[in-house]
């Protein structure tokens, strides 16, 4: 089974920066794809980003423009760059590993932006 280890989270104001981590243990890493998530309270949980193993990304609307995924193969992690935040955007974001051997989620790591 991978672990995913989130980091980063924090309480930052509107129009600021946050740059949330996402380790993995385990070798399959660089085959699949990765993703980060939202939940915010009393809300179902969400698409934020993905990367697939060859870079391709894919975003929600509402993040487009402000947010950026990456990956490094090399550290077994996923990032995911956050930009011009908004209230709104107050969630716990999950990171989750996709691959046919099947799939992780970590633990989460709580983002707050105040206005």
């Known amino acids: 089974q991978v672990q995913l280890v989130e980091s980063g989270g924090g309480l930052v104001q509107a129009g600021g920066s946050l740059r949330l981590s996402c380790a993995a243990s385990g070798s399959i890493f660089s085959t699949a794809v990765m993703g980060w998530y939202r939940q915010a309270p009393g809300k179902q949980r969400e698409l934020v980003a993905t990367?697939?193993?060859?870079?391709?990304?894919n975003y929600a609307d509402s993040v487009k423009g402000r947010f950026t995924i990456s990956r490094d193969n090399a550290k077994n992690t996923v990032y995911l760059q956050m930009n011009s935040l908004k209230p709104e955007d107050t969630a716990v974001y999950y990171c989750?590993?996709?691959?046919?051997?099947?799939?992780?989620w970590g633990q989460g790591t709580q983002v707050t932006v105040s206005s």
């Open positions: 989750k590993l996709s691959h046919w051997m099947g799939v992780s």
């Open positions: 990367i697939s193993s060859g870079g391709s990304t």
